[in-house]
């Protein structure tokens, strides 16, 4: 990446001189200042370049290259006109911006509101000029008289140096903004993808053969006795083109037609939309045929280590010494214990090296709590020993991490070990972030003294039976605008983390995961409802006592699930009609008006009916 930044200060030196030699400018003022531009970049990136490679410095330099690359974009849009060179420049910035893998935050309520009232009053103000010039390149094509043809291409020319040029980059930047400020994004829904691609190609072909073919018009039309023959035509075919496919734009707002793309269905970064909300990965595709349970993968116990007390770490390989599928912090997966029982634990680390969110990896740890007068799984878990075998299934992941401005962990207990990898990326990335670490005791706390060695001034780690509880209202009340605060611990901790969150911290969105279900309603107050399950065309009843699970696999035995208690999130299904009652612990509290998706192990219809996509 070093190398690449300064390769690119190299072309902006060679376009500044490039654009200051050339005399046939056709837009002599924005050709200067593409110059001016070009030379003031090339000595910023060069800095950036250098402190790419010195660690004190480098998420720093990497977030201002990643902001001046989304910038530079729009202004060698601009630079382009009369000039093709920085048409190359985009796409160089384009592809720096992607592979220095920015984390966009969320917008605010305020922020977006206010980038969406710019977005459509310039797309409309775009949309307007371009029916107005099509209307003129009609004039100009089809007047009798000179006064009116010259003066249409006169008028047509001053539209598209003063308004036309200005509306297309602020109408391309605030759409950027607000589909990467947003769960939408660029790439994940076909209407938006469309819509895109509608905004990069108009200012590309109006760069390259629009302006060209008014200037020719405007000149040529200076004869009386000049007619517009073909360029005439063609510029108005082509503005005609341009208004239908903003039009189309617009029809792709208010539709939104296409669902969701492939990468919107298959990456982990699919979210579901809501008001800045950072939500759960997408549903599974209409398109799959079947549900199959999730396939059950052979481990061994390669390693067993004390971390704390009443607390181990295990390391699991494959049986047959294959790699393991990669995973993203927040991911956990169900362990099969020799004995039959399943329990979900978090991925903290592949092997010895603690990582293991990138690529394929060898091994997976997970941290296991001893809980004597739980349901046995523990125990068993803490009987294991190198050399035994098991089971995994996924790694399935309900608890992503999302991109925002900074972030608090609150971890009780065990609770900590989803948080590990979650620290160690944003670290790396260099964001804001701050951890409270609360336990029972503190040589039952696992990874604690490693935390505070590794993260000085980030980490807070106290115990309840010596120090005094936590001012949470006044951590949550001074964080920043937008700020995720994740929460992982027992149930009175994230009810009380909840409540503060409500009125210390209504500026943020709570992210939470849970050890054991919520409380639900009592099954006697259950009201009977009606299940479709639209690919077979099957109805199935829901009777009060028994759930929307059990009743769906008496005709579709293959829906995979694991838990059945709401927790772990692997019987998710698509709902395609009614209103889903969600019972689950793992949507958050500002999802549960979904209408998109059910957990059917706890969750049921609000209403006589509900239609699954199954």
């Not at 500026?507 to 399950?533: I, K, M, Q, S």
Request: proline share 7%.
């Amino acid at each position: 990446m070093r190398n690449g930044q300064l390769l690119f200060a190299l072309f902006c030196v060679g376009t500044a001189l490039v654009l200051s030699l050339r005399e046939d400018g056709v837009f002599p003022v924005i050709q200067s200042a593409g110059v001016v531009g070009y030379l003031l970049a090339a000595p910023l990136v060069t800095v950036c370049a250098v402190a790419l490679g010195r660690s004190a410095r480098a998420a720093r330099a990497r977030r201002t290259l990643i902001g001046f690359h989304l910038l530079f974009i729009p202004l060698q849009f601009l630079f382009s006109f009369g000039n093709f060179e920085p048409l190359a420049g985009m796409v160089l910035s384009a592809v720096f911006v992607v592979l220095l893998k920015p984390r966009f935050p969320r917008l605010g309520r305020r922020a977006r509101k206010t980038w969406l009232t710019v977005h459509i009053g310039v797309a409309v103000s775009w949309l307007g000029l371009s029916t107005a010039m099509t209307v003129l390149a009609v004039a100009g094509l089809t007047a009798d008289t000179h006064a009116v043809r010259h003066g249409a291409y006169e008028l047509m020319h001053l539209f598209d140096l003063t308004l036309v040029i200005p509306s297309m980059a602020v109408a391309v930047l605030s759409g950027l903004v607000l589909s990467l400020g947003t769960p939408w994004g660029l790439v994940r829904h076909w209407w938006v993808l469309l819509k895109f691609v509608i905004a990069l190609s108009l200012p590309t072909f109006a760069a390259l053969l629009e302006s060209k073919w008014i200037r020719s018009l405007q000149a040529l039309t200076k004869d009386p006795a000049a007619e517009p023959g073909g360029t005439g035509l063609a510029l108005a075919i082509c503005l005609a083109t341009f208004t239908a496919l903003l039009w189309g734009a617009v029809i792709l707002s208010v539709v939104k037609p296409g669902g969701r793309t492939r990468w919107g269905h298959g990456s982990e970064g699919a979210r579901r939309y809501g008001v800045r909300d950072g939500v759960r990965a997408a549903a599974q595709s209409p398109s799959a045929a079947r549900r199959t349970p999730a396939p059950e993968t052979p481990v061994t116990v390669s390693g067993v280590e004390h971390l704390a007390d009443g607390v181990v770490s295990l390391e699991l390989r494959r049986t047959d010494g294959r790699a393991l599928p990669p995973w993203q912090p927040g991911a956990h997966v169900d362990l099969v214990l020799p004995s039959g029982k399943v329990r979900q634990y978090s991925l903290f680390g592949s092997g010895q090296d603690g990582r293991g969110d990138e690529g394929a990896v060898a091994a997976y740890r997970i941290a296991v709590l001893r809980e004597p007068d739980g349901r046995g799984g523990s125990v068993e878990a803490h009987a294991l020993r190198p050399g035994a075998t098991a089971a995994i299934r996924g790694p399935r992941n309900n608890f992503p991490l999302v991109a925002a401005p900074a972030y608090v962990f609150l971890a009780g207990g065990i609770g900590i070990t989803p948080f590990l990898p979650m620290i160690r990326r944003l670290d790396a990335e260099g964001a804001d972030w701050k951890l409270l670490y609360r336990g029972r005791t503190r040589p039952a706390m696992a990874f604690a003294d490693d935390l505070l060695r590794r993260y000085p001034g980030r980490v807070g780690v106290t115990a309840s039976d010596t120090d005094r509880r936590p001012a949470l209202e006044e951590l949550l009340s001074a964080a920043p605008q937008g700020v995720a605060v994740y929460c992982c611990g027992p149930a009175p901790m994230l009810d009380a983390v909840s409540a503060v969150m409500r009125t210390a911290c209504p500026h943020g969105r709570l992210y939470t995961e849970r050890f054991a279900a919520a409380d639900r309603p009592a099954p006697e107050a259950d009201e009977p409802f009606d299940a479709e399950l639209t690919r077979s065309g099957e109805v199935v009843r829901v009777e009060p006592g028994h759930s929307l699970l059990e009743a769906i696999r008496e005709v579709e035995p293959t829906l995979d699930f694991s838990c059945a208690d709401g927790v772990c999130g692997s019987c998710e299904t698509r709902v395609v009609g009614g209103t889903p009652e969600h019972r689950d612990s793992v949507l958050h509290e500002h999802e549960r008006d979904r209408r998109d998706v059910i957990y059917p192990c706890v969750s049921r219809a609000r209403g006589r009916r509900i239609a699954l996509d199954l």
